[in-house]
């Protein structure tokens, strides 16, 4: 399995119920098929999708129990480029 180094304009097109992307803490994870099963309700993830929810991820404080479901979803990483030029974006 070969995982994808996407960027932002890549990932914000997966944004429907249908097609949904959520980057957290760098990593990119494909929830479609989790919509129907989180305990938040589905309009949480799509509000997140195809964006970063990190901030979301946190500040609800989810269980290490949740953490390991969300590796099943993981297909790729935020092409580091990206990573830096938000990073070096902020310092400015």
Same mark, same amino acid.
């Given at each position: ?8 304009? =890549? ?6 119920? !249908? &097609? ?12 479609? %098929? ?8 589905? =309009?949480v993830l799509v509000d997140e999708?195809? !964006? &970063? ?8 404080g989810h269980s290490e129990d %949740? ?26």
């Amino acid at each position: 399995l070969r995982l994808a180094i996407m960027n932002f304009d =890549e990932i914000s097109k997966h944004n429907k119920r !249908g &097609d949904l992307y959520v980057v957290i803490h760098n990593k990119v994870y494909d929830v479609t %098929a989790f919509l129907s099963e989180h305990p938040g309700g589905e =309009e949480v993830l799509v509000d997140e999708g195809g !964006g &970063d929810a990190t901030e979301s991820f946190e500040d609800i404080g989810h269980s290490e129990d %949740a953490r390991q479901v969300l590796e099943k979803y993981y297909i790729g990483d935020l092409d580091a480029k990206v990573k830096w030029a938000c990073f070096s974006h902020s310092l400015a």
